[in-house]
């Protein structure tokens, strides 16, 4: 929907009639003034890979896949994914099992405003929940990746700078959590000159939302 200054609903279309309901989307604006919306889309054969559909100059065009993992999966994952952009480049990051059911973090890079979109590259540590974020980095063109990782019998957000030919920069294990869907999704967003991120500590037995910066 396209909503203006007095909250009134200017415009509202319909990008895809067949998704994977429970996950989340995610959204940006290029350098171009494009509108870039990615979530898991949902096939007949209930193959629920990454879909994204451009909205340019007015025009709203058709859906299409960032990748084609051919993740085969009868129910919805509510594992959704995360766009982000800086200038002409976009950066999109998703969880997915494919055709080898190995679950996995992917991220792919755009340089043209999300015309077209690299190979991805597997940014994981092997045993990931997923429920991931990507902001890009103020002074370069890598970016952060934020997800869930299981190990020793508990979860933790894990921090990742890829850079856009995917090499590992550097990595941080911020905080233990849960595996359990009472951990909802870690949010991650650009604040002054480094990032915010905000997620849910089940540590006392009560949700609590809190948030870090990260500098």
Excluded at 32 to 39: F, P
Excluded at 95 to 120: H, M, Q, R, V
Excluded at 166 to 173: S, T, Y
Aim: with cysteine; charged share 25%; aromatic share 8%.
């Amino acid at each position: 929907a396209i909503i203006n200054e007095n909250g009134e609903v200017e415009r509202n279309d319909l990008l895809d009639n067949m998704v994977c309901d429970c996950c989340q989307t995610s959204s940006v604006i290029t350098a171009n003034g494009n509108i870039l919306s990615v979530y898991r889309d949902r096939s007949k054969g209930e193959i629920r890979d990454i879909g994204i559909v451009r909205y340019k100059n007015n025009l709203l065009g058709t859906s299409e896949l960032i990748h084609a993992d051919d993740w085969e999966m009868p129910g919805c994952p509510v594992n959704g994914p995360a766009i982000a952009a800086k200038d002409s480049s976009v950066a999109v990051c998703w969880y997915t099992k494919g055709t080898d059911t190995e679950a996995k973090i992917l991220t792919a890079f755009s340089t043209d405003n999300g015309e077209t979109f690299s190979e991805p590259f597997r940014v994981d540590n092997g045993n990931p929940v997923g429920r991931v974020d990507i902001a890009y980095f103020k002074e370069s063109n890598s970016v952060l990746v934020s997800w869930l990782e299981e190990a020793n019998d508990s979860a933790f957000v894990m921090l990742k700078e890829v850079s856009s030919d995917g090499k590992l920069i550097q990595e941080v294990k911020l905080f233990a959590t849960s595996a359990k869907r009472a951990s909802g999704f870690p949010q991650l967003a650009p604040f002054g000159g480094g990032f915010m991120t905000a997620f849910t500590d089940l540590s006392t037995g009560q949700p609590q939302l809190k948030t870090l910066m990260l500098k």
